[in-house]
């Protein structure tokens, strides 16, 4: 039975943290009501806190949000991710994007969280606007794709009351692997502060075409 949902994420600017703690409410109040005992909800912010002391186990689900730059994770979230033990905790990976192209930032999340133990259930690339602040010339508050990020988390959460709804381990349904866009990573970036990347955030949005839409996978 599922008592925890738990988000951690990476967010420089934002987006991600906003993806991350929308869909981490969403699924612990769907979980929530349907429970007879409480699901508690909380979140880790990797850039104010260590998550490696974070514990995780069958009875949470973790949702990991990471930006997605020049179709990768960032180098230190990839990092900190890599000192946790996932514990068989059922995890959701989500990217959030600008809309021009995820590249194999999906795909290495999830394979990722996989090798840090966390069986990965679902992963979803979110689609990031960001709008002037009022009177701000500076900075932008982001905006998610509120209605990709509903239907995902609506139907990440049926998949995990199928797979949390037994208890006996050999009973358990053993679900399919999650087949997600994206290959091994065939290039490397350097490492980007955090405050390089709010700065590069600004020139990204000014410049950036959108194209594509939000997907996930299930
Ligand atoms: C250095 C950098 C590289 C980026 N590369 C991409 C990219 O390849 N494709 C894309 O669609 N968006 C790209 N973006 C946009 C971010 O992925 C998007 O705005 C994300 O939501 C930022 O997350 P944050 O708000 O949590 O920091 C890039 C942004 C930065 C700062």
Redesign the pocket.
Known sequence: MIRKVVGIY????????LMTETLVRKIGAILDDCSPLDVSVECHNMLKEQIDSLVFDDETVAVIGM?????KIPLPAAAALRKTAGAGAMTLAVV????????NALFELKRLSEECGFKAIGAGAFM?S?MARRGSSRGSA?VIDLEALSDFGKAASEKIKRLAGCEIEELKIKPMPVEVNGRMPVHKISR?SPKA??V??DI??RL?VLRRRSEWFL
């Not at 990476?10 to 943290?17: F, L, R, V």
């Not at 930006?67 to 179709?71: L, S």
């Open positions: 990476y967010s420089p600017a934002g987006g991600a943290e930006p997605v730059y020049v179709g959030s994007y600008g809309g021009r192209k995820y590249g990031i960001y982001p980007i990347a709010a590069a955030q990204f949005n950036s």
